[in-house]
């Protein structure tokens, strides 16, 4: 039988930000790659995202956010996956987040942390390159 | 334990995280798939599965949320499999229904699956069978399954629920769309969401038209509802539609469905088993590759090909 190993990605926005036009070019690009992605909206709270996560079994996040409070919601969501044995998914962000935040967030087991203006093909790329293993 | 036996014994107790899994492994149609669904398959058949199908745009997502609650204030677990199409050109998808849903996400009796169709046809996955058995092993007393925007040949989802809502809203289409084949007929309660628009009584009545062109009298009359998925009028009523349908199946024709659609499962698991098999057998005898070069060179038209390859092969089984 053809086994066919389709990568999943969850694209997901935490808190208050109004809008979600660079989370739906993200989500577009991946889908372009040929990945499967789970979008789920705006003002998402870390337990819903973590929730999703384990729901649609996906290999990869990307979290999105430009209200500022990242160093507020991350670590909860970071947290939340955690608990739920979700260890092997890998995180990435992108959004507005101050380049002295990155290291803590880094820290946290965030992958990568994407600024504005990021070319979408260097995404797909280090998305490719760290799509975690799995038994 | 075999990590397939641990999945399996999870999905059974109701784990998130093994049902979850165990849907991938359908997906991706390992060959553990299969020994996952021959464990599971004794637990399965006591949810009441729903198909909801219709155009895109009609607001299946958003009724499908609040059925969902209606059945939580009813003290029902719920599953749900959301199917969005995969782009045939990149293989990717983008899966966006559970954004009218995610507020339902946290109610640990609600799982929610957003699938892709990965390009098989007929407005579900060729794994969404198989994941609701998953769910319904797991214990789900309702599993709805959400159909991609579907027109008039999007039927496949009749071979995995019990129970078909078609969903229409005003505007999309007019008495000549409805006529079509397919949809039609399929449904088991037709509904005329976004009730609250100019129009809607018109759906109600071009729906009405067409049914009443049948001249059959049927054991089940289908109903017509409005519904307003925003606000959620009309959905206790659908509900109560919907369990009325239930409870016409166990005592009318359930068995015979069953066994209708039990049918269906075996022919269709034997033509994948015999297409495979042969397939592999003449790629390994280099017939398979030999022919395909013929009828690239215009030799041989595919369908004599089809037959030359084959009638060796049953003569053989004889």
Same mark, same amino acid.
């Given at each position: 039988?053809?086994?066919?190993?389709?990568?999943?990605?969850?694209?997901?926005?935490?808190?208050?930000?109004?809008?979600?036009?660079?989370?739906?070019?993200?989500?577009?690009?991946?889908?372009?790659?040929?990945?499967?992605?789970?979008?789920?909206?705006?003002?998402?709270?870390?337990?819903?995202?973590?929730?999703?996560?384990?729901?649609?079994?996906?290999?990869?996040?990307?979290?999105?956010?430009?209200?500022?409070?990242?160093?507020?919601?991350?670590?909860?969501?970071?947290?939340?996956?955690?608990?739920?044995?979700?260890?092997?998914?890998?995180?990435?962000?992108?959004?507005?987040?101050?380049?002295?935040?990155?290291?803590?967030?880094?820290?946290?087991?965030?992958?990568?942390?994407?600024?504005?203006?990021?070319?979408?093909?260097?995404?797909?790329?280090?998305?490719?390159?760290?799509?975690?293993?799995?038994? | 334990?075999?990590?397939?036996?641990?999945?399996?014994?999870?999905?059974?107790?109701?784990?998130?995280?093994?049902?979850?899994?165990? =849907?991938?492994? =359908?997906?991706?149609?390992?060959?553990?798939?299969?020994?996952?669904?021959?464990?599971?398959?004794?637990?399965?058949?006591?949810?009441?599965?729903?198909?909801?199908?219709?155009?895109?745009?009609?607001?299946?997502?958003?009724?499908?949320?609040?059925?969902?609650?209606?059945?939580?204030?009813?003290?029902?677990?719920?599953?749900?499999?959301?199917?969005?199409?995969?782009?045939?050109?990149?293989?990717?998808?983008?899966?966006?229904?559970?954004?009218?849903?995610?507020?339902?996400?946290?109610?640990?009796? *609600?799982?929610?699956?957003?699938?892709?169709?990965?390009?098989?046809?007929?407005?579900?996955?060729?794994?969404?069978?198989?994941?609701?058995?998953?769910?319904?092993?797991?214990?789900?007393?309702? =599993?709805?399954?959400?159909? *991609?925007?579907?027109?008039?040949?999007? *039927?496949?989802?009749?071979?995995?629920?019990?129970?078909?809502?078609?969903?229409?809203?005003?505007?999309?289409?007019d008495e000549i769309q409805a006529i079509k084949a397919g949809l039609m007929e399929i449904a088991d309660i037709f509904v005329v969401n976004k009730a609250d628009r100019e129009n809607a009584d018109k759906a109600v009545m071009d729906i009405q038209a067409i049914l009443q062109l049948d001249n059959k009298e049927p054991a089940w009359k289908t109903p017509i509802l409005k519904t307003t998925a925003l606000t959620g009028e009309g959905v206790p009523q659908l509900i109560e539609?919907?369990?009325?349908?239930?409870?016409?199946?166990?005592?009318?024709?359930?068995?015979?469905?069953?066994?209708?659609?039990?049918?269906?499962?075996?022919?269709?698991?034997?033509?994948?088993?015999?297409?495979?098999?042969?397939?592999?057998?003449?790629?390994?005898?280099?017939?398979?590759?030999?022919?395909?070069?013929?009828?690239?060179?215009?030799?041989?038209?595919?369908?004599?090909?089809?037959?030359?390859?084959?009638?060796?092969?049953?003569?053989?089984?004889?």
């Open positions: 039988m053809k086994s066919t190993r389709k990568i999943r990605v969850l694209i997901a926005k935490p808190g208050l930000d109004s809008h979600d036009r660079g989370a739906k070019v993200v989500a577009r690009a991946l889908r372009d790659a040929g990945m499967e992605v789970i979008y789920t909206g705006l003002r998402q709270t870390p337990e819903q995202i973590a929730e999703t996560a384990l729901q649609e079994d996906v290999d990869i996040i990307g979290l999105s956010i430009l209200s500022g409070a990242h160093k507020a919601l991350f670590p909860r969501i970071m947290e939340l996956l955690e608990q739920k044995g979700l260890t092997d998914v890998m995180v990435f962000a992108g959004g507005i987040i101050p380049e002295e935040d990155v290291l803590e967030l880094k820290k946290l087991g965030i992958k990568e942390i994407f600024g504005p203006g990021t070319p979408t093909e260097t995404i797909i790329q280090f998305v490719l390159e760290n799509i975690p293993e799995r038994t | 334990m075999t990590r397939i036996d641990e999945i399996a014994h999870g999905v059974l107790a109701g784990d998130r995280r093994s049902v979850a899994r165990a =849907i991938t492994i =359908i997906e991706n149609n390992t060959a553990e798939a299969k020994k996952l669904i021959a464990s599971i398959y004794p637990h399965t058949g006591k949810s009441h599965i729903i198909g909801l199908t219709g155009p895109s745009g009609s607001g299946k997502s958003t009724l499908i949320e609040k059925i969902v609650r209606e059945y939580r204030r009813k003290g029902k677990t719920v599953g749900v499999i959301a199917v969005d199409p995969t782009s045939p050109f990149t293989g990717g998808a983008f899966l966006g229904d559970r954004i009218r849903m995610q507020e339902l996400s946290t109610d640990p009796a *609600v799982f929610i699956r957003s699938m892709a169709t990965r390009n098989y046809s007929g407005g579900i996955a060729k794994a969404t069978k198989d994941a609701v058995k998953v769910l319904d092993a797991a214990g789900k007393d309702i =599993i709805l399954v959400e159909t *991609v925007g579907a027109g008039q040949s999007e *039927v496949e989802v009749i071979k995995v629920a019990q129970t078909i809502v078609v969903i229409h809203a005003p505007g999309l289409g539609k919907i369990e009325e349908h239930r409870c016409f199946l166990e005592k009318e024709i359930g068995r015979k469905r069953s066994l209708g659609k039990a049918e269906t499962e075996l022919v269709e698991a034997i033509k994948e088993k015999v297409t495979i098999s042969i397939i592999d057998e003449l790629k390994r005898e280099g017939k398979f590759e030999e022919l395909l070069k013929k009828i690239v060179e215009r030799e041989i038209d595919p369908a004599s090909a089809a037959e030359k390859l084959l009638h060796g092969k049953f003569k053989k089984a004889k």
